[in-house]
């Protein structure tokens, strides 16, 4: 009897188990992935993790135009972030034939694509400089001081912002397009019971915004002009009066009153 129930309850822990890493991949495939292979296998990666010393054995066949020897190899002078300056030179007569960063930089700001790109990967998982420290020492790459890692922050801030204006346009495009009968129509002075005129605003998201009057406006309206008159005036100062004057002879009778009574 032990035995079955033993073996029953492994069977329910199993499907349990099942259940649970079924519903796992479900929700991590709501992700979206960000591997090429996984969306285009056919499209290259960007970016490729490399070792220097694999320099060597991918030039040790290539001859030297200046020596003829089998002597050329790669070195990685300066680290700026996670880019480096890549030169292509000869260990015999240290001739340098070419150099060129291993990162594309910005035209304007000078930043570099591969540090904008590990920064913005880095925050979208939630973490900041110090988890990019701890992955350049395990990497074992040059890690990226802070100084490079606020600009690259601010240089992404600036570019979502100016994301949101264009996406901001495009929207307004949109609906101007869809609203074209509104538009012919602005300040037409309908009335619609409480709305009182329909008002076009060319340079907002809407492009449309109604101006609503209600009625209590109107009564507003009413007793602004009626406190103008000096009738009102002279009706109010009387009520005042009366009002002192019934107080002050209560006050008499020996009627005491509490705050906010006056």
Not at 24 to 47: D, G, N, R, V
Not at 82 to 92: G, Q, R, T, V, Y
Not at 236 to 242: G, W
Request: net charge positive.
């Amino acid at each position: 009897m032990h035995t079955e129930n033993s073996i029953s309850d492994e069977g329910s822990d199993s499907g349990e188990n099942e259940q649970y890493l079924n519903a796992s991949a479900s929700k991590f495939q709501m992700f979206p992935s960000t591997s090429t292979s996984t969306f285009c296998p056919s499209e290259k990666s960007t970016y490729v993790l490399m070792n220097n010393d694999m320099w060597s054995s991918l030039l040790c066949n290539i001859k030297c135009d200046e020596c003829d020897m089998c002597s050329l190899d790669v070195e990685c002078n300066g680290a700026y972030g996670f880019s480096s300056k890549i030169e292509l030179k000869c260990k015999s007569c240290k001739k340098i034939f070419n150099s060129v960063f291993s990162s594309p930089r910005d035209d304007d700001s000078k930043c570099f694509e591969a540090n904008k790109k590990l920064v913005e990967a880095f925050l979208k998982i939630g973490k900041g400089h110090a988890a990019l420290e701890l992955f350049s020492m395990a990497i074992g790459i040059h890690a990226m001081d802070k100084k490079t890692f606020s600009k690259c922050l601010l240089k992404l801030y600036e570019e979502k912002c100016s994301f949101k204006e264009d996406i901001l346009k495009i929207s307004r495009k949109v609906v101007r397009k869809h609203h074209e009968d509104l538009l012919d129509t602005a300040n037409g002075g309908y009335n619609f019971g409480c709305f009182n005129s329909l008002a076009i605003e060319h340079n907002e998201l809407s492009a449309v915004s109604v101006d609503i009057s209600h009625k209590r406006d109107k009564r507003r309206l009413a007793q602004s002009e009626k406190k103008n008159s000096s009738d009102w005036k002279k009706k109010r100062i009387s009520n005042k009066l009366a009002k002192s004057s019934k107080i002050t002879r209560n006050i008499k009778k020996g009627e005491t009153y509490g705050p906010g009574k006056f």
